[in-house]
């Protein structure tokens, strides 16, 4: 590789930092796009952390509740959950396998989780320990379905309002349709308005309880018009709110409860199962192992952590499944006996169950997500004609994946940045046959290199503007987008709500492709569809057999094997900056951005984009804006921090980056360009939902591609590397890459030996289960 003008040149991995920050000062990002509260340790010690070590991120950063440690709770009389069994059987259960042991506990609950369960039967009840947005939304769902409102009750315009969705009979042998799951469009998260009395009721308790008083409106609009009076009862309420912490909350609740609460009462136990289930989605997790869960209520002073486990679920908390079990936890089956004989005579040994803790809302879309699928699978008519249309791909891989979307209801599509001319060869040949067929990307900048792949621009949209409806071909007359075949580029990114909500808007016969590059980060939001699917294969399957090109190309394909090979750059292509510390990291970054890659490659400023590893630290993403800024933007920052002119990020839901260019300010809010498109935020949103964007995280980046990149590897983000985020980072330049690299043996350590951080789901076992046709080996 060789260096820019005026650059000193080297190579990967040779350059051992001096004065490096330590790791602890870097804020890693994670799967969300915004801004998160301070982890808790003790919590960090038990839960996976996500792709790259990032921390995740949400759209504000709230004040704290209180400081008062969870361990100094006094003990109170506070009731705890239900009975742990019978003491008889003691000497029995001693006799079994831990796994045994586990799926006995789980039999005792059975009786006292009947009456729970005959309560969630038929789609009404599914969805009645969901909350807040959530709970709106799917109410006001079956409200269209019933007839009982019209569909353009719930829509700023009539215009955008889709035909109220009509279930169709599922043909005989086929899984029945799964009532839709409820999602907040992306980009117009519904407005719960609390009343003015409601927000002062609660502003009192918080006062009592020794809470922030900011903390009376977001309280309000989470918890409802009675937050005051939830909140009186359950001070552990509070921990529903982003950003507050156990031990905030443990305080609040001294405060207001005195010696008549401690660290085992119920109330506690089960928000602190609550949080740590919402903070694990935060992480990709749809769901933890029960262990897991056990083990971080102990660390917080739990002294019962099981009987805690078993009163969060009869608390309705929490849902419990069994993975690895021939019964699951709704079947009747009695546990395998141990050391059952095979054919052989042998023992046996009985299959590992696993015992995994969810919030219904994923296990709702979850299930949805898998049912649906099936039936797109199970619904496909096989037998159009295509063949002249795979005779005209420009390449054979093009071609195989228009024969194989031509037979199937579901395809899986996997390639890097190059592999995307093949789905929109596909487009283009359906197209072409007369079919709707449509594209839906990550990003507006997808959505416009797509549309120029098809060559027209109603071919593409972004799935955050289709699934809101303000992109897209609209509803038919059953409320469904009225489409043939959907493909869904950068579909890692897809997170299992969101894909939940799109199977469901597809109608019985459409064919839907899912592309993208199992290479790169996941998903902002829980689950891993995509990986899911390839996993499950619960469909054909098509990989691309199209390189890369160039230097660049040729480095992401070696990261994705594990390799970081040094490449021949005789263009410049990519240069690696060696650098001793953090300041001078910034120093080389705002040089290159603003000067060398300008000067080399005639490239301007404003299309390179900066890439580093988190938003805090000395080179975060924080002191790269506030230095890129001062360099390329100099302003007082008038307009609540930013000026006309500022590069930013528009964060308009948790998961969804937006590029944009400020443009002025009123009272209105701040006028935003994103990609040729206006946008207005309020001024009350501008602090939780703009940031400057000159550089970016490599999770806000995905699904993105600029003319250059300037990836940015101070000494203190060595922890925060692995493979998938230096392979998504270094793949987001098109005609040069620039690394700033002080990071020393921790970048071929990370791609060698740091892999994609596993997420524990339950849609892979789910797609297993379900009968599909055969699918392509």
Not at 70 to 89: L, Q, W
Not at 244 to 267: K, N
Not at 587 to 592: I, S, Y
Request: aromatic letters at 2%.
């Amino acid at each position: 590789m060789t260096a820019l003008p005026g650059e000193t040149p080297g190579t990967v991995g040779t350059d051992t930092p001096q004065g490096a920050e330590p790791p602890a000062a870097t804020d890693a990002e994670g799967p969300a796009h915004a801004e998160a509260p301070e982890a808790d340790e003790s919590a960090e010690a038990t839960e996976p952390a996500p792709e790259g070590s990032d921390d995740a991120e949400t759209s504000a950063e709230d004040p704290p509740a209180g400081d008062a440690p969870a361990g100094d709770a006094p003990a109170g009389d506070a009731s705890t959950g239900a009975s742990t069994g019978e003491e008889g059987d003691a000497a029995a259960a001693a006799a079994l396998s831990e796994a045994q042991a586990e799926l006995a506990a789980q039999r005792e609950l059975r009786e006292k989780i009947a009456k729970r369960k005959a309560e969630k039967e038929g789609p009404v009840a599914a969805g009645t320990k969901l909350s807040g947005t959530a709970a709106d939304l799917l109410a006001a769902v079956r409200a269209v379905e019933s007839g009982e409102k019209a569909g353009a009750e719930f829509y700023d315009s009539p215009a955008a309002a889709p035909a109220p969705r009509r279930a169709a009979p599922a043909p005989a042998g086929q899984p029945p349709r799964p009532a839709p799951v409820a999602s907040a469009p992306a980009s117009a998260p519904l407005d719960r308005t609390a009343s003015p009395e409601a927000v002062d009721a609660v502003r009192a308790v918080l006062t009592e309880g020794g809470a922030p008083e900011a903390l009376a409106r977001p309280a309000t609009g989470t918890l409802g018009e009675q937050a005051a009076e939830l909140l009186r009862a359950d001070p552990w309420q509070l921990l529903a709110l982003p950003g507050v912490r156990p031990e905030q909350a443990d305080g609040f609740a001294r405060a207001l409860l005195g010696a008549a609460c401690g660290p085992d009462d119920g109330r506690r136990t089960a928000a602190l199962v609550g949080w740590l289930l919402e903070r694990a989605a935060l992480q990709g997790h749809t769901a933890l192992d029960a262990e897991a869960v056990r083990a971080a209520l102990a660390e917080r002073a739990v002294s019962d952590p099981e009987e805690a486990v078993r009163n969060a679920v009869e608390e309705g908390v929490a849902l419990v499944f069994q993975e690895g079990a021939e019964a699951g936890f709704d079947g009747e089956d009695e546990a395998p006996a141990e050391g059952d004989a095979s054919e052989d005579g042998t023992a046996e040994a009985p299959e590992p169950v696993q015992v995994l803790l969810g919030l219904d809302r994923y296990a709702l879309a979850e299930e949805s997500l898998a049912d649906g699928l099936a039936r797109l699978v199970n619904a496909c008519e096989k037998g159009a004609d295509w063949v002249e249309a795979a005779a005209a791909a420009p390449s054979p891989s093009a071609a195989e994946l228009i024969r194989t979307a031509a037979t199937a209801g579901l395809v899986a599509h996997s390639g890097g940045e190059a592999a995307r001319a093949e789905p929109a060869a596909l487009i283009t040949a359906a197209r072409g046959l007369g079919l709707r067929a449509l594209g839906a990307t990550h990003s507006e900048d997808g959505r416009r290199r797509l549309a120029e792949a098809v060559g027209a621009p109603d071919a593409a949209v972004t799935l955050a503007g289709l699934l809101s409806g303000t992109e897209g071909p609209g509803r038919d007359e059953d409320g469904a987008l009225a489409l043939d075949l959907l493909v869904v580029l950068d579909a890692p990114q897809l997170d299992v709500e969101g894909a939940a909500v799109l199977v469901e808007a597809l109608a019985d016969g459409v064919r839907l492709v899912l592309s993208g590059d199992p290479g790169v980060l996941g998903s902002a939001g829980a689950g891993r569809v995509f990986a899911d699917v390839l996993a499950a294969r619960a469909c054909p399957q098509v990989v691309s057999r199209t390189p890369d090109p160039g230097p660049i190309g040729e480095l992401v394909s070696g990261i994705g094997i594990g390799e970081l090979p040094q490449v021949e750059a005789p263009g410049k292509e990519v240069v690696i900056v060696p650098v001793r510390d953090a300041g001078e990291a910034v120093h080389r970054t705002v040089q290159l951005v603003a000067d060398s890659v300008p000067r080399a490659f005639s490239i301007p400023a404003g299309d390179t984009q900066v890439i580093t590893v988190g938003h805090g630290g000395a080179a975060g993403t924080r002191a790269l804006n506030e230095a890129l800024k001062q360099r390329l933007n100099p302003g007082p920052g008038r307009f609540g921090g930013f000026d006309p002119g500022d590069r930013v990020i528009h964060v308009p839901a948790p998961g969804r980056a937006v590029p944009g260019v400020v443009r002025s300010a009123d009272a209105e809010g701040l006028h935003l360009d994103c990609g040729g498109v206006p946008v207005v935020v309020p001024q009350e949103r501008v602090e939780s939902a703009v940031r400057h964007g000159w550089a970016l995280s490599a999770h806000q980046a995905a699904g993105m591609r600029w003319p250059a990149a300037v990836v940015v590897l101070p000494g203190d983000a060595a922890a925060g590397l692995s493979r998938p985020w230096v392979y998504t980072a270094f793949s987001r330049g098109e005609r040069h890459l620039s690394v700033v690299h002080g990071v020393d043996q921790a970048l071929p350590h990370a791609v060698a030996q740091i892999p994609a951080q596993e997420r524990t789901t339950r849609l892979r076992p789910l797609l297993e289960a379900l009968p599909t046709p055969d699918a392509a080996s």
